[in-house]
């Protein structure tokens, strides 16, 4: 069932089954589409997640995206800090000023981005794996910071030659 009106700053440390089911959609007044996960492992604000067949969600790294472990994965944003095994909402949609992602140093607006070795941080070097598709900065950062985003329903590249 797809919801609006969610409040994606409200995270919760058990599931609330009878209110939202893992993989449940849930958009704000803004337009920002999320998706309802459970963190696997501690999961900082703005870092990008890739989400497993369960709906766990763990901070990408270009170890954690690789072939064979999981690449292809959907990818989510979330706009909050989730505790391990907490539940929360994770950004799949959206933008304009109204989500941000962690990038690293020197990261350039409306170019490919991809994972780093540095949990949930996407950077615009080109990686033989961990291809990210679906976010792009709407802004060049010239630190490592979190910077405004478009999100459109990300994954990793299943072929990374693309």
Known sequence: MYISGIDPTKVRTSAEGSVFALDQR???????EYVYIRAKGAIAAFTYCGIDEVWDAAEATT?????????????????????????????????GGTLQVLAATNCAK???????ATDGVLD???VN?????????????????????SVCYPSTLLDATT
């Open 63 to 95: 170890t954690t995206q690789a072939a064979g472990t999981g690449q292809g994965q959907r990818g989510c944003i979330p706009q909050v800090a989730i505790a391990d095994d907490g539940y929360g909402w994770g950004a799949i949609y959206g933008g």
């Open 26 to 32: 849930g958009a704000t007044s803004n337009g920002n």
């Open 129 to 149: 794996a961990g291809k990210v598709v679906g976010v792009v900065l709407e802004e060049t950062i010239t630190t490592a910071a979190a910077a405004d985003c």
């Open 110 to 116: 409306y170019t490919t981005l991809c994972t780093t």
């Open 124 to 126: 615009d070097a080109a």
